[in-house]
């Protein structure tokens, strides 16, 4: 089993920027592809970004395309999501997640692993 423990949260008026980090441990062999989910209080878990293993391929939501990055260094074995031009509706519980298989996924179903979550709040 692999741990994820996410950090990097916070609290930033809208325009500003936050990078979270997302650190595995335990069999991280298993830590291969990733993502980031986030969940907004009255509404569903819905996707964010993904990594592949190697960091070649990179996939996100229509709503942070352009505004936030996900980038990973697998010697830390850590997954990072650089979000810039905050705004209000960014404002959720953001998850990180990964998966044995090499190839990233939109779908949360797919990932075997999740860490606890990471609170950002925009302030307008």
């Known amino acids: 089993q692999v741990q994820l423990v996410e950090s990097g949260g916070g609290l930033v008026q809208a325009g500003g920027s936050l990078r979270l980090s997302c650190a595995a441990s335990?069999?991280?062999?298993?830590?291969?592809?990733a993502g980031w989910f986030r969940q907004a209080p009255g509404k569903e878990r819905e996707f964010v970004a993904a990594?592949?293993?190697?960091?070649?391929?990179?996939y996100y939501a229509d709503s942070v395309e352009g505004r936030f990055t996900i980038s990973r260094d697998n010697v830390k074995t850590t997954v990072y999501l650089q979000m810039n031009s905050l705004n209000v509706e960014d404002t959720a519980v953001y998850y990180c997640?990964?998966?044995?298989?090499?190839?990233?996924?939109?779908?949360?179903?797919?990932?075997?692993?999740w860490g606890q979550g990471t609170q950002v709040t925009v302030s307008s």
């Open positions: 997640a990964s998966r044995r298989s090499v190839l990233a996924t939109r779908t949360s179903a797919e990932y075997e692993n």
């Open positions: 335990g069999r991280t062999v298993s830590f291969s592809a």
């Open positions: 990594i592949n293993w190697s960091g070649s391929n990179t």
